[in-house]
Each structure stands twice: as structure tokens, then as C-alpha cells.
């Protein structure tokens, strides 16, 4: 019995054997080892919004197609890539042949790279799967648009046969207040930015017998940048004009063409804004304050964006002249026994006075003892003047220019009138304006301490003019030989006096009289009875000689004779030499020179006036500075101390007229 049940194992075990054997030849043939493979060649990049058609075969171990078989389409990143089965194909009507392609729609949304991955997983086929990478670029899609820009974007299209119209395309933005988009032709639409924010193009793309997809492609709005061209002024004057642009950039920094700018003043009553073309304007300045010079892009549909400059408009002057010193009888005002004050013509015309005003030479209707002000007051004439000239303690504004009087001249004068100076029948302070007769003739002057010189006219009806001198000649300063230059513009100083040729070589400077504090320039401290060169090879345009003569500081001191003169160059550059006791070089030290010396702060000049120890000037900005003596504010720079300042320093705003 126990070989019998050996026996019947090993039957068994056999029989087990040939069974597990068939079986596995059984398994064998039902599950069938295809193999995937490209119909066509693929794409391995696309670009953003390009739909292309892939199709595949599956082949048996033989190499034969297999029909009638559903694969499964995919990608590693469907944010990326996008696929789509487009159909099953039907069996092949040839009996021999089992070839058939399935086919799949591929759409490229965003930019990276992903694998289209087909996988085979039916009943009786062996598992496959075949990984294809694709790179997706951007394409010429934007990634970035500025506000009011637009772009034309499309669809492309890679092995695609069928007919345009059948795609069905249609577009969209996800923020129409962002983005706005207008189909163009059968693929194509233009995208325009309104506003800056962030905004997707969203393209449904339906195919007939196949599911629709969508393109998402997400666009960044940036803003407008206005730029100044050139620089804005920061600052202006009274009546002074200048042109502003801009430039218009986009979102990268690229300038844009096409763009209408929009200008404005936020107060009209300070700034003018006149368009002289889409990118530029004028600004006139009305009127003192402050006000913005707005450029503004304000298309209909669009963000308004816009670009804002503040300018500061200050009083603007045309005319500045420097007067005091020391009287030779009446009451002194400050220990020094100094005084000064200084008269400016606005470019509006009007007149006003700083400094001290003892006897009425600030024009404001008051005089006496702390009669005194370090700001510009006005003057109450009501009429409008072109030039001031200010002497010792009185001044006469003019409606023309004060150095050229004709008989249709307008001139009033005010301050003292002890000798006469301001007309008879007036009294001797006359603290208001007075009207003088017109004058008959043509002629120009300057008055000095105790001379003065002018050209005049060698007859009522002549054009001749004759250079002259006259009062006290201590010093030689009255210059005898004069007459041997011809065509000069003259200017007297205290004890000196000084004048520029007018004919060639024009611009030359001659100094006569005291030199002793280096006033004449020529690089001495020596008197001279004629006329010396100013040296240093200067051309200039304008000359002023000035001078205070105190007699003590009331401590019983004497104080030097601070005789000095400065004059500008062609260019508007100042030059001063003589005395700087008190600062009046303007060269930022206290250094007595006797050749010309620049003065500090880099400003250029279109006029000068040099006092009796203190010089303004006005810029060619039509601002006013001044240096030197500041006793009683005579520099008008709001400091109302007893000190002095070596470099210049800006007037203040004057008092609004009332």
C-alpha cells in the first residue's frame, strides 16, 4: 500500500506539473506584448496657445497594427500641456490589413515642459506605456502688457487638417476692466491692457465629435511711466516762462509713441499750462505761490495716469540798485554811523525798498528813528516803472531806463531832499513818491559821495554825447582826461569812479581817483588822476562803484574807507576788488583785493549794483542776491542782526501789495 501511494504522488505531482505548464502557455497567448509607437512625428516644442494633432499605432510582437484598440492619453503637467482623445478610430475596411492610427488633439497652455505619456491597459493586452517630453515656450504671446498698449495674439496650429471654421473658436478675457479682447480672423485676436492688475486670455477651442478645451494664458498689466525729458524747474519767477516734456515709457522701461499727453496747472492763478504738442508745454508763471505742472494720459476706456511736479514760484526782478552811507550833517542811526537800503523793480513793474529808512527813502510813507525792515516793502506809487536808482538816502524810479532820460519820461522820487535832489517844493524828507518834471534832453549819470559823472549831451537836439565829471575832485576822481574815452558807461563811487568802453576794444575797464584800498583794480593800492586798466584781461558789461566813508564806529575808533567796485562779465559773471572790511567782495572771506576777484555761489548776473558797503544783483533766474553790510537789513535776506555775510545770499519774498 505505501508504494501504491508513492506511486499516486508522483502522478500526481506530474499531472500538476503539465497543468501549471499549460497554464502558463494559456497565459501567455491571452495576454498579448504590443508595443506603442509615433503614427507621425511629433512636435518635441510647442509655443503657448499651438494645438497640434499626435497619433499613435500599436503593434504586436510581429510588427502588426492592431485595430480597434482604445488607448489612454495623458501628460505629467496638465497645467502645461493638455490632451484630448479626438475619436476612436474604426476597423480598417481592407480584410488583410489591421493598421489604424488613433489620433489625439494637443494643447500648449503655459510654458515649461512636461511628457505626453499613452498608456495601454485592456484586457488580453499586455500592459505598455510610451513617454514623449515636450517643451512649451511663450511664444509671441506677452507675458506683460503696459496700459493702453495692445498686441495681436493667435492660435498655431501643427498637423491639424481640418478646416479653420470647424475649430469654433472663441475668446475672452477674465477681467475686461484689465484686458480687453477683440477676435481677429479665424485664429487670431487683438489684446489691449486698460488697466494695470493681472488678467488671463481665455480661448475655448471646440472641434466637431471631440470635447473642447480651453487655453488660459495670463497676462500682467503694468502702469504708464511719465518721465520728465528734462529736467523741470523746481522754481520759477514772476513772469518768467519755460518749456517742460516728457517722456512716456512702458511697463519695461521702452518708450511708447502715439500717446497724447493732457496738461494742466493745478492753480491758475500761479502757473499757466499752455500744450505746445502732445509731449510738451509752456509754463508761465502768473503769479507768487505754489502750483503743480500736471501731464496727464486720460484716454477714454483707459487708467488715467498722470505725472505731478510742485513749482515754487518766487518774485521775479528786473531791476535792483544799492544806496546809503554816511551823511555829511543830520543825525547817525547805528553806532557805526552806517547806513543802507536797497530798491528793486519787480518784472510786474512795481517798486520795493529794504534796509533802513530813516529819512522816507523806503518809500512806504514813514521815516524816523527804527523806521527798518530785512524784507522788501512795497513802494505805493501806482504806476509801473522799468528801473530804480538808489543814492545816499533817496531813490527815483523811472518808467523807462533812469540812465536814459527823455522828455516822455515818467520819474518819481522819495527819501531826503536837504539839497534839493528830489525837486523843488518838496520837503526835506519826503517819505512818499513825488512825481519829478519830465526832463528835456538825453543823458545818463551816476551819482557818487560828493561827485558825479555822466555822459551828456553836447546840445539839446544833439546825439553827441560828451563824458564829464563834476563835484569834489580830493582824490582825482573827477579823472582828469576823461574825455579821452570815448563811449563809456560811467560809474562813481565814493572817493573813486570807475567805467567800461563801449567802443572797441569794447568792454574794457578803467578805474581814476583813491586806490589806496586796491579799488581801482589795476593791482595797486596807489591814487591815480587818470584813467588805469582794471587788470586780469576781464571784458565786462556792466561796472558799479561803490564806497563807505565811516568816520568812527562810536567807540571812538576809525574805521577803514571801504571803497571798493564790482563789475560783471560777458558771460554774467561777478567780479569784485578793493575793500572787503565788511564782505563786499562776495568772495566768502574777508580779504582786501586789489585785482578782481570772482564772487561765490557760481550765480550768473544780468545786472548789478555795488552801495556804500553792500552790492545786490539780479540773477539771470530774476532772483536778487546780495552780500556784504546787513547793519540794517539792507541785504533783504529776512536777517535783520547787525552782521554782514562774505558770499550772497537770496532776498526775501517781498510783502504781498494790498
Not at 105 to 129: K, Q
Request: aromatic share 8%; charged share 15%; hydrophobic share 40%.
Amino acid at each position: 500500500m505505501v508504494g501504491a501511494r508513492r506511486r499516486s504522488w508522483s502522478l500526481s505531482a506530474a499531472a500538476f506539473a503539465i497543468l501549471l505548464l499549460a497554464c502558463e502557455e494559456f497565459s501567455t497567448e491571452a495576454l498579448l506584448r504590443v508595443d506603442v509607437q509615433q503614427a507621425a512625428a511629433w512636435p518635441d516644442t510647442l509655443d503657448v496657445a499651438e494645438i497640434a494633432n499626435l497619433t499613435v499605432e500599436i503593434l504586436d510582437p510581429q510588427g502588426r497594427a492592431i485595430t480597434g484598440v482604445e488607448v489612454d492619453w495623458g501628460t505629467s503637467d496638465s497645467t502645461i500641456l493638455q490632451v484630448s482623445r479626438l475619436a476612436v478610430p474604426e476597423a480598417s475596411s481592407r480584410q488583410d490589413s489591421l493598421a489604424a492610427e488613433l489620433t489625439a488633439s494637443l494643447c500648449a497652455h503655459a510654458p515649461g515642459t512636461t511628457e505626453v505619456i499613452v498608456n495601454v491597459d485592456r484586457a488580453g493586452l499586455g500592459p505598455a506605456e510610451y513617454r514623449v517630453p515636450v517643451v512649451v515656450s511663450r511664444g509671441d504671446w506677452p507675458s506683460v502688457l503696459t496700459v493702453t498698449e495692445s498686441d495681436t495674439v493667435g492660435v498655431k496650429l501643427t498637423n491639424v487638417e481640418d478646416a479653420l471654421e470647424e475649430l469654433g473658436l472663441e475668446w475672452r478675457s477674465t477681467d475686461t476692466g484689465v484686458l480687453k479682447v477683440s477676435k481677429l480672423g479665424a485664429l487670431g485676436a487683438i489684446v489691449t491692457a486698460h488697466a494695470r492688475g493681472s488678467a488671463e486670455v481665455l480661448v475655448n477651442v471646440g472641434r466637431a465629435g471631440s470635447d473642447q478645451t480651453e487655453f488660459r494664458v495670463p497676462i500682467t498689466v503694468g502702469p504708464l511711466d511719465i518721465q520728465e525729458a528734462v529736467a523741470w524747474p523746481d522754481t520759477m519767477t514772476t513772469a518768467q516762462t519755460d518749456t517742460v516734456q516728457v517722456t512716456i515709457l512702458n511697463f519695461d522701461g521702452l518708450p511708447l509713441a502715439g500717446i497724447d499727453v493732457e496738461w494742466a496747472s493745478s492753480n491758475a492763478a500761479v502757473l499757466e499750462v499752455t500744450e505746445l504738442d502732445s509731449l510738451s508745454a509752456t509754463v508761465t508763471a502768473i503769479g507768487r505761490g505754489s502750483a503743480e505742472v500736471v501731464a496727464r494720459v486720460d484716454e477714454p476706456g483707459f487708467e488715467t495716469t498722470e505725472y505731478r511736479k510742485q513749482v515754487l514760484v518766487l518774485q521775479g526782478w528786473r531791476n535792483v540798485s544799492a544806496g546809503g552811507g554816511e551823511p555829511s550833517y543830520g543825525p547817525p542811526i547805528t553806532g557805526a554811523g552806517v547806513h543802507g537800503h536797497t530798491c528793486g523793480v519787480t518784472t510786474a513793474g512795481e517798486v520795493y525798498c529794504w534796509g533802513d529808512g530813516y529819512y522816507g527813502q523806503l518809500g512806504t510813507g514813514a521815516s524816523g528813528r527804527g523806521v527798518l525792515s530785512s524784507v522788501p516793502l512795497p513802494v505805493f506809487t501806482g504806476i509801473r516803472f522799468r528801473e530804480v536808482v538808489a543814492g545816499q538816502f533817496h531813490n527815483c524810479a523811472c518808467s523807462g531806463a533812469c540812465s536814459t532820460f527823455t522828455r516822455d519820461q515818467v520819474v518819481f522820487c522819495w527819501g531826503w531832499n536837504l539839497d534839493g535832489q528830489l525837486g523843488d517844493g518838496l520837503p526835506d524828507v519826503q517819505p512818499v513818491p513825488a512825481a519829478l518834471p519830465s526832463y528835456g534832453g538825453l543823458w545818463t549819470i551816476s551819482a557818487g559821495g560828493y561827485h558825479s559823472c555822466g555822459a551828456r549831451n553836447r546840445d539839446l537836439w544833439s546825439d553827441v554825447l560828451i563824458n564829464d565829471c563834476w563835484g569834489f575832485n580830493g582824490y582825482g576822481q573827477l579823472g582828469d582826461g576823461l574825455d579821452t574815452l570815448l563811449n563809456v558807461l560811467v560809474s562813481a563811487g565814493a572817493f573813486h569812479t570807475c567805467a567800461i568802453t563801449t567802443d572797441e576794444p569794447a568792454g574794457t575797464a578803467y578805474c581814476w581817483g583813491r586806490g589806496a584800498e586796491g579799488q581801482l583794480g589795476d593791482g595797486s593800492e596807489t591814487n591815480r588822476l587818470t584813467p588805469v586798466p582794471v587788470s586780469g584781461g576781464l571784458t565786462f558789461k556792466a561796472i558799479s562803484a561803490g564806497g563807505d566813508y565811516p568816520n568812527d564806529a562810536g567807540d571812538g575808533m576809525s574805521l577803514p574807507d571801504g571803497s571798493f567796485t564790482c563789475g560783471l562779465t560777458l558771460d554774467g559773471e561777478a567780479y569784485c576788488w578793493g575793500d572787503n572790511w565788511f564782505g563786499q567782495l562776495g568772495d566768502g572771506t574777508g580779504q582786501q583785493s586789489s585785482t578782481p576777484v570772482p564772487v561765490a555761489g557760481n550765480h550768473t548776473f544780468t545786472s548789478l549794483a555795488a552801495g556804500y558797503a553792500h552790492v545786490c544783483a539780479v540773477t539771470t533766474g530774476q532772483a536778487i542776491y546780495c552780500w556784504g553790510l546787513n547793519a540794517v537789513g539792507q541785504l533783504g535776506s529776512g536777517d535783520s542782526g547787525e552782521g554782514l555775510e562774505r558770499s550772497p545770499v537770496r532776498v526775501a519774498e517781498p510783502e504781498i501789495r494790498r
